[in-house]
């Protein structure tokens, strides 16, 4: 029995000595590949209370998007948000609203000066002394019915026929000789038509 114990406490002994020893690496190794920096910013949009349609602007639904999908994070009530664990380098920021166009945002985090955030917009390029994100437009989805014109009928194809015909009718008579109507009515009336047609019309014109 008391092998069996001396046994027992050299082996539990032995294994607190090498967890003692394997843990503190371990816990190095974790905490070193999570280093890194922390993105704050916020998200404005003045119109906050009430959208075009009438309808609550949520917060909720505005999604903030690292490098193209790397990581995707949303607004928390008050409209900050933050990356956790950003590398030293260049990113890009966007923001997806519904009904709002935001600047991608060019975000570069110094290495050599640990917290150095520059941030500046890609379409203006402009520097932010912040990072605070606003709209630069609203976004319209549907397209608006334009009001009633009376140019913009005239201007379709149904309005150049309807005025093509008004020419041929009542411009173009006028325009003819009246003794070459009569002999154009006398030879449609000799060949059985009733109507005038515009070939006869034309032809004594060309005959003069």
Do not use: W
């Amino acid at each position: 029995m008391a092998l069996m114990s001396r046994s027992n406490l050299r082996f539990s002994f032995s294994l607190q000595l090498f967890l003692c020893l394997i843990l503190p690496n371990t816990y190095a190794l974790s905490s070193g590949q999570s280093e890194g920096f922390v993105i704050n910013g916020r998200v404005k949009i003045s119109n906050t209370g009430t959208r075009g349609y009438g309808l609550p602007a949520k917060t909720s639904n505005v999604k903030v998007i690292l490098n193209g999908g790397q990581r995707v994070t949303f607004l928390r009530p008050d409209g900050y948000f933050s990356f956790h664990n950003v590398s030293a380098g260049t990113h890009l920021i966007e923001v997806a609203a519904l009904g709002y166009f935001f600047s991608p945002v060019r975000v570069d985090i110094s290495a050599r000066n640990p917290g150095k955030v520059q941030a500046a917009l890609t379409e203006t390029r402009r520097g932010l002394s912040e990072l605070a994100l606003e709209p630069l437009r609203e976004e319209d989805y549907y397209e608006k019915r334009e009001p009633f014109s009376l140019m913009s009928l005239v201007k379709s194809p149904m309005g150049l026929m309807v005025g093509f015909m008004v020419i041929v009718v009542f411009v173009m008579p006028k325009l003819m000789d009246p003794e070459e109507i009569k002999r154009a009515q006398e030879e449609m009336r000799n060949n059985g038509q009733g109507v005038p047609s515009l070939a006869n019309f034309l032809g004594g014109t060309q005959r003069n």
